[in-house]
């Protein structure tokens, strides 16, 4: 079984709803990860927690929100999504400062 | 928001041929990582690297962490089909990685 796991795989939604994306993990880390892909501009960070209590802005959260609800799960809400949210997700966990395991991704597109 | 500069951002090259890419930034790092990302896949961590002037292998891959600490290069050796995909840079900034933008290869048998 996957250490990360990501759901759902593929989504397509119409501008305006509302979307969650979910990240389970088994691997025991305190430390979880929201990352954006776009061609040609790699994984921009949108928002971390080290904990359950803990929620931190990354370099692009704007339009987007976030919710630990336990050390192994952490999931992605989009309250409006808009075209330009139209991007693969990647939700990653740490038990430290830089090694990073990444989930599967969610192909996220908005019409 | 603070990426890194990668290169080259594409490569199409022969099965059995070696590749060069590297990844260079305006910030100090204290550690560089590399990683690949399959089709359809989430990235996977290839190497990490802990002190300037570092050289660590992994198989047919070779990383150095610059010595300026501000760049980073991967080499691949004998390239083989399977090496296909994009190889992503990552730098160390406090508590947080700063992805580079891809290196996107093919290799064409």
């Known amino acids: 079984d996957a250490d990360v796991t990501q759901t759902p795989r593929n989504r397509i939604t119409k501008t305006g709803k509302r979307i969650m994306l979910e990240c389970s993990q088994t691997?025991?880390?305190?430390?979880m990860y929201w990352y954006r892909q776009d061609p040609g501009l790699g994984l921009r960070l949108i928002y971390y927690s080290f904990d359950v209590k803990d929620i931190n802005k990354g370099e692009i959260s704007d339009g987007y929100s976030v919710s630990r609800q336990a050390q192994a799960k952490f999931s992605l809400s989009l309250e409006s999504a808009i075209p330009n949210q139209t991007a693969l997700y990647f939700c990653?966990?740490?038990?430290?400062?830089?090694?990073?395991?990444f989930g599967p991704g969610t192909r996220l597109t908005v019409l | 928001g603070q990426q890194l500069n990668q290169s080259p951002q594409s490569m199409f090259i022969q099965e059995g041929e070696d590749v060069s890419m590297n990844c260079t930034s305006s910030s100090i790092f204290n550690t560089w990582l590399w990683y690949k990302q399959d089709p359809g896949e989430g990235p996977v961590l290839l190497i990490a690297?802990?002190?300037?002037?570092e050289l660590t292998s992994n198989g047919r891959l070779t990383a150095q962490f610059g010595i300026t600490r501000k760049d980073s290069f991967l080499n691949i050796s004998a390239s083989i089909p399977s090496d296909v995909g994009i190889y992503f840079c990552?730098?160390?900034?406090?508590?947080?990685?700063?992805f580079g933008t891809g290196t996107r290869l093919q290799v064409f048998p």
């Open positions: 990552a730098g160390q900034l406090v508590d947080k990685l700063i």
């Open positions: 690297l802990y002190k300037a002037g």
């Open positions: 990653a966990t740490s038990d430290s400062a830089d090694t990073q395991y």
């Open positions: 691997k025991g880390h305190d430390r």
